[in-house]
């Protein structure tokens, strides 16, 4: 089935996962580790635009995007053609040994495009928590500092380091030995859970408080910190907070990583999650997930002069920055560049927001709506009650996935659904995802 046959329209026709899927899942249980789950074992083998098909023909409306990587759309027409010229040319050589323009041409786009009035260099990686671990490696060689702090409901990587960093052992880490050394925990703003009317920056001082008494920044080489948190639930700190922690990092010395990796590449109506508060600075930013349309690449950009603090062959990796998802990257970047998708991020923020608080009027069970573009979430609870609702959570998932719309869970508790969609979904589909979402709802 080619990309342009698939009609962007939900379609049931098995039971989801459908008998070719649930055969494969056998034969996956035989040959797959089991530490590589499945949310739906509903077998895809093709997508465009916002629609996954599985091997049973049914037509799932995606509100996943492969956690937040798919932002352009499946199958975007000019990612396809890029890696297509790209791949008869040159699939690899390593940048390090023999480098290669399209490494060059991202690099010069996220300087361009990543905030900071300050000039910028970039170094290229695989995955997301490439990515973070690379910038523990940058702030702690630029300041000769160890120490590194993150924040409750954080979720940085499945490496050692970065398991380290988040804030749920499991399951990310749960039984796989010792964590990394010089991580500090310290709060986050967390407005619906927070003491009721808590500004931003009171919720910094908190946090401020804490290191300074419980870490110090004697060895504090950097905080690092989702402007909104993914895996914690979309948890978008209280205007003020982030400012307010940036601005007493730099007057003690201490850095600031931006992790915007679920959060960055238009996916929140502007180019960075960190550009909706005025004032934060952060010295680097780590990125992936969306900027390559599907295809594996990562990046750390930020201050030169921290970027260049490694000494030559500290920074790489056999296929950091390879060629082909390289030119996918720089096709994606210039699509935004180009003008639409960052306006479509905020189009589907206007028409997912009003109607899920029109949900959450009438189903007590929904306590929260917050996000931004197209990163939206809902936190269930017990109703009248701030008790994380799992149960709900689960119920309403399994509906969902059942007729036809993928979504994720998130959160520390497990209790928050996610809007995650591709920003190439049509509002058609969005309205369809929110009738089926109601009717999960009237099920509970």
Same mark, same amino acid.
């Given at each position: ?65 492969? =956690? ?59 995955? &997301? ?43 990310? &880490?749960? &039984? ?27 919720? /910094?001082? %908190? ?79 780590? =990125? ?10 990562? /990046? ?43 306006? %479509? ?31 939206? /979430? ?13 149960? /709900?959570?689960? @119920? ?36 369809? @995802? ?11």
């Amino acid at each position: 089935m080619s990309e342009t046959q698939i009609a962007q329209e939900r379609k049931v026709v098995t039971s989801i996962p459908g008998p070719k899927s649930q055969a494969m899942h056998k034969r996956r249980l035989e040959a797959v580790s089991a530490g590589a789950g499945a949310a739906l074992p509903a077998y895809i083998e093709a997508a465009h635009g916002a629609i996954l098909v599985d091997v049973d023909g049914n037509q799932l409306i995606d509100l996943g995007s492969g =956690i937040g990587v798919t932002t352009i759309g499946h199958t975007n027409a000019g990612v396809i053609a890029a890696v297509q010229e790209q791949v008869t040319k040159l699939t690899h050589t390593l940048f390090t040994a023999t480098p290669y323009e399209p490494y060059v041409e991202v690099c010069e786009l996220l300087n361009k495009h990543v905030p900071g009035n300050f000039k910028k260099k970039t170094a290229l990686f695989n995955s &997301g928590a490439e990515a973070v671990e690379n910038a523990v490696k940058l702030v702690r060689k630029a300041t000769r500092k160890n120490g590194i702090v993150v924040f409750d409901h954080a979720y940085h990587g499945r490496t050692n380091l970065t398991f380290s960093m988040n804030f749920k052992n499991a399951p990310y &880490g749960n &039984g796989f030995g010792p964590t990394a050394a010089s991580i500090q925990h310290v709060p986050m703003s967390y407005p619906y859970r927070d003491p009721q009317g808590m500004t931003g920056v009171e919720a /910094a001082q %908190r946090s401020i408080t804490y290191i300074e008494k419980r870490v110090g920044v004697e060895d504090l080489a950097a905080i690092f910190i989702e402007p909104i948190q993914g895996e914690g639930g979309f948890i978008v700190p209280a205007p003020g907070f982030l400012k307010t922690l940036s601005d007493w990092a730099h007057a003690n010395g201490v850095l600031v990583v931006a992790d915007e990796v679920q959060a960055g590449i238009a996916r929140t109506g502007k180019w960075f999650a960190t550009e909706w508060e005025e004032g934060f600075e952060p010295d680097l930013f780590t =990125i992936a997930k969306g900027i390559a349309g599907g295809m594996p690449i990562s /990046a750390v950009t930020g201050r030169a002069e921290i970027m260049d603090a490694s000494h030559p062959g500290g920074m790489g990796g056999t296929f950091g920055g390879n060629p082909v998802s390289a030119a996918a990257a720089v096709a994606v970047l210039k699509q935004i560049e180009a003008g639409g998708v960052i306006e %479509r991020a905020q189009q589907i923020e206007a028409l997912l927001v009003p109607k899920l608080r029109e949900l959450q009027a009438k189903y007590p069970v929904i306590g929260d709506v917050r996000g931004r573009g197209a990163m939206i /979430a809902i936190e269930f609870v017990e109703p009248g009650t701030l008790n994380p609702n799992k149960a /709900a959570v689960d @119920a309403v998932a399994k509906f969902m996935h059942s007729n036809g719309v993928f979504v994720l869970t998130a959160g520390t508790h497990y209790n928050v659904i996610r809007f995650l969609p591709p920003l190439a979904i049509t509002d058609e589909l969005l309205l369809d @995802a929110l009738s089926v979402l109601e009717e999960a709802l009237k099920s509970l």
